[in-house]
């Protein structure tokens, strides 16, 4: 633990240690895309790298809907490169968001309704098997027949199940409840425009006890209202998301995706279809951007909204990072700096080796 003495020798009075960011959806970053196809040696470690600088030190890379063959290749294949790479503790596994989700239009997002189908058991096997038991998490919507056998058998084998894109009635989100998901996935995104008053899938979700619920806290996927609110209903069992894709932190300007075609990041991190201002076209925000927001907005202090951004989700997944700083905890630290528009990161570590240090 030589380096994390070294880190106490240079801090300065502006400095700050806190437990390192935990982020539970990142489907790309700095242009890397975890759903193009597999990612070599090099983006990985280019991957890893850029988050740390931003105080990420566990992140689960998220798989969207595609076809099995798509899905299988993408898996295999990252498996077999992130065996070869430094710091790929960094990585804590796979979230699978999709395919079995709602084909509704609003609820299924930008998710390829071509590839939309049930829950499968057997598909979901061959996915774990060729992923090496890799994937730690699957969002789902439990409007379909299969969803409540699909999520009793998923947790028995110890893969979180979360709700999502979804469409499902009052019913059917109890029922998954009580089959075993524990989690809303960016709860108020992946919607319909319109919703009834009452009932409709999030009120049901927030009135259920047992779910957690995650949020993008960019400042454009939700208001502030909503956020707040969701705070104050699930209290400590709110968690802080990028939900970033590949444009995530690079330079504002019109590019060509493959999902959304031409789209435009403006200087605020606000990236939408170019021709419709008004459609998102995915998050461009890190986590520690999402932290920034909720204490800019008052709708957390700093420590709060740090603690649901890194111990937090670390106590949802069950791994040891919810310790935080003390000992037993793996040492998965972020040290900051205090600056005119919110924090810096000067250095990162990932048990107790250091992944990113400023100015190196």
């Known amino acids: 633990m030589t380096a994390i003495k070294e880190v106490s020798d240079e801090l300065s009075n502006e400095s700050i240690i806190a437990p390192g960011l935990v982020d539970l959806q990142v489907n790309g970053y700095q242009g890397v895309d975890f759903n193009h196809k597999p990612l070599d040696q090099t983006q990985w470690s280019q991957v890893i790298k850029s988050l740390a600088e931003v105080g990420v030190t566990c992140f689960y890379p998220t798989i969207i809907t595609n076809s099995t063959?798509?899905?299988t290749e993408i898996f295999s294949g990252?498996?077999?490169q992130?065996?070869?790479?430094?710091?790929r503790h960094v990585v804590g596994g796979f979230h699978l968001e999709g395919p079995f989700i709602s084909c509704q239009d609003g609820p299924r997002g930008a998710h390829a309704k071509e590839h939309v189908r049930p829950p499968s058991w057997d598909e979901f096997c061959r996915l774990q098997e060729v992923a090496e038991g890799e994937i730690k998490m699957i969002t789902l919507s439990p409007e379909w027949q299969e969803a409540t056998d699909f999520i009793k058998r998923a947790v028995q084998s110890g893969v979180k199940?979360?709700?999502g894109h979804t469409a499902a009635n009052s019913e059917q989100i109890a029922e998954a409840v009580h089959a075993g998901a524990t989690l809303s996935t960016h709860l108020?995104?992946?919607a319909h425009p319109e919703l009834p008053r009452h009932p409709n899938y999030l009120w049901d979700q927030l009135a259920e006890d047992e779910l957690w619920a995650s949020v993008i806290a960019d400042g454009h996927h939700l208001p502030e209202?909503?956020?707040k609110t969701v705070h104050?209903?699930?209290?400590?069992?709110?968690i802080l998301i990028s939900d970033s894709v590949a444009l995530a932190g690079m330079k504002p300007g019109t590019y060509q995706t493959p999902v959304g075609g031409e789209v435009t990041l403006t200087s605020d991190g606000k990236l939408h279809l170019s021709e419709h201002e008004e459609l998102l076209a995915g998050s461009a925000s890190h986590l520690l951007d999402g932290v920034k927001h909720c204490v800019q907005k008052g709708i957390m202090e700093f420590p709060e909204?740090?603690?649901r951004a890194s111990v937090q989700p670390a106590k949802y997944m069950g791994v040891t990072q919810e310790k935080g700083i003390q000992i037993g905890a793996p040492a998965d630290l972020v040290v900051l700096r205090t600056v005119t528009n919110g924090w810096e990161v000067e250095q990162t570590y990932k048990g107790g080796e250091e992944v990113f240090k400023k100015g190196e």
């Open 305 to 307: 909204a740090w603690c």
């Open 225 to 227: 209202s909503v956020v």
């Open 78 to 80: 990252n498996i077999q």
């Open 188 to 190: 108020g995104n992946g």
């Open 161 to 163: 199940i979360a709700i």
């Open 69 to 71: 063959e798509a899905l």
């Open 232 to 238: 104050r209903m699930k209290m400590r069992k709110m």
């Open 82 to 87: 992130l065996k070869c790479i430094e710091h």
